[in-house]
Every structure is written in C-alpha cells, then in structure tokens.
C-alpha cells in the first residue's frame, strides 16, 4: 500500500488529532470586600448618615431645638421617672427668662414627679419676683408635683420670695451652711444729681403733663415741701409692696403665719446666716441639693433609687448668631440702652443691694 506525502511544510500524519491551542488566563486581584466592594462601602456610608439622623431625632425628642438642654445629675441614670432641678441665678429681672424656660420644659415632660427649685439670688424687681413666685405655685399645682428649694450661696430678697412657692409643704427649704437669706423688705433706689448739674449751669427743664409723672427724677429741683410730698408718695409703694411680701412670706412660712412679732423680728431687711434662719424659721433643714433631692423623691411617694435627677442648661449659641456681627451689635447696644434706662426710671426691687439695676446681671 502506497502513502501520499503530506504536503511541504507540514508534520507528517500520525493518525491522532493536534492538541488545543494553549489559553492564557489573567486572574483579577481579590479586594478586601470582594467583587461588590464599591456597593457595599455606599450601604455603609448610607448607613451612617441614618445613624447620625437618628441620634439627632433621639436628641431632639428629649430637648426641644433651642430650649432648655437637659442633663443628668444624680440618682438612676436607667430611670425612666424624673425629679427636675430648675435653677434661679443671678438678678431676678422681668420677662420670660430662661427660668420660665425650664418651668414650660417641666410642665411638658410628665416623666418629672418632684421639683427641685435651686435659688442663687440676691433677688431682682418687684414684678420679676411675683411672676417667677407665681408660674411655680401654678406649675406644681397643675401637675400636683411637691417642690422642694435649695439654697445656694444666696437666696435673698425676691429670691427668698419665690422660695415660698414651697406653701405648706413640710421640711422643703434647705439652706446650705454657708448660704446668706432673708433680706425681706422693698427699696426704690433714688439719686439726687440735681447739685452736681448745678455745679456745670445744667437745668432739668422737662416738660410734663403733672409734676407727679417726674417723680424720682434725679435731675430736678425740688423745695422742702415738695420733696417730702414725693417721698410720701414713693413709700406708699413701698409699704404696699412690702405688706404683700409679708403675705407671701405667711403662705410660706406656717410657723410665722399666726405670730405678727416674729414675722415683724425677722422683715426687717436684715441678712441672716444659714444658722440664723433655721432658728428664727426661715428656712427648714441645713443641708445640700443632695438632700433637697432626696426630699422631693421622698415627697413624691418615690424611692431615690427609681428616679433620675436631671438639670436644665441653656442651649449654645448657633454658629449662625455668632458669625452676625450685625445681630451682635444690635444686641449689645439693646442691652446698654436698656440698662440705661432701667436707671432712669423710678423701680421698686426685692434685692439685696444699694447698686442700680444697670449693674445687675439679669440671667433669669
């Protein structure tokens, strides 16, 4: 048998077929999160940014935007049920401060069952005092909720004023053993400058519609007689705003209520020590916010260990107030002209001082 010769250039015929052509295979680098890696780093992202909302929702449940902060104190950081210390600091002055503030956050929260009022104060204007005294008693009575006071450094004057909020509630004032209070009396700050204008040729030539509406005016001359008429005048306010401090100070105070001469001993304007006060009956019990916490859970029907204390602090300024120096200079310039003109005008003051009240710190 013949074979053909296979054609030039090609291997001789073995019977068998040729092998594959050799493939050639690149293998992709494996990543840390595999081959859906860029989906799963946006679900984490995504998941974050939800976090980050609903830390900011948790936050703005518990403290309404722009209101009162609130923060833990003391006893039962897990307990649901609150005993709400609500601070009084500085010059007690009119207007809805940030005392009214933490008062409208207690009245809205209806976890909180005891009050903690916390008085640092020399006191401040009549009006201040009375409107303060009054949203208290009506809070605590709205809500049935017992009130205990802590005294700070001082609570004197208008301080001592709304510290009677207490009523009748038994063994719920507490003065610490450094504490200064009383101060119970009314004064109208007066000044004559009328000399020192003479001393430059300046006359007050104010015109009104009756002599009286330039009363406690310190730039006008007056004569003797017309001097002692306007005194008889301003104390007249006086006695009428000092008999109603007295009336507070009974509703307060049911151990002086039925006893004139020891109510009488005591409304002298006088400053007392912490030990003072408890012996005259000023005040209850010596002893810190601690105990007055204690007090208020014990005056709730409350065990201490099933209650949280919690605190009010006032919200930071938004980086948006800050950065408007308009708004800034509008304010400050509001503020001098009120100052100004609370030293103008003749005011009757629940305080423990001599000074205007242009020198006040009017936080409440």
Known sequence: MSTTPPPAGEPPYSGAASPPAPQIVVQQ?????????????MLLAFAVMSIFGLVSSYQSYFNSPGGPQEKFHSLSAEATDKVAIVTVSGTIMEGNGFVKKQLDSVRKDKDVVAIV????????TVTGSDYLYHHV??????????????????????????????????????????????????????????GLLASYDIKDDSIASHKYKLM??????????????????????????????????????????????????????????????????????IGFIEDAVKRAAKLANRDPETLRCVRYEEPPTSLSTLL?????????????????LDLASPRAYYLCTWLPSILSNSKP
């Not at 494996?30 to 859906?36: C, D, L």
């Not at 009022?117 to 401040?124: A, T």
């Not at 120096?325 to 100052?339: E, F, R, T």
């Open 29 to 41: 680098q494996v990543t840390a999160f595999g081959r859906y890696g860029k989906f799963i780093l």
């Open 117 to 124: 009022l916390r008085i640092d104060s020399p006191g401040g």
């Open 137 to 194: 008693r009506k809070l605590c009575k709205d809500r049935e909720l017992p009130l205990v006071v802590s005294m700070g450094s001082m609570c004197a004057s208008g301080g001592y004023y709304i510290a009677m909020a207490v009523g009748d509630n038994p063994d719920a004032i507490f003065a610490e053993p450094t504490t200064w209070t009383g101060s119970i009396g009314v004064v109208i700050p007066h000044y004559d400058l009328s």
């Open 216 to 285: 406690g005016s310190p730039t006008r001359t007056l004569n003797e007689e017309e001097r002692a008429e306007e005194r008889t005048l301003f104390q007249e306010l006086v006695d009428q705003s000092f008999a109603r401090f007295k009336d507070i100070v009974r509703s307060g105070r049911p151990d002086l209520r039925n006893d004139e001469e020891a109510l009488n001993k005591i409304a002298t304007g006088q400053i007392f020590t912490a030990s003072q006060a408890l012996e005259y009956g000023l005040v209850d019990k």
């Open 324 to 340: 408007s120096s308009k708004a800034n200079q509008s304010s400050l310039l509001n503020s001098d002209l009120q100052g100004f």
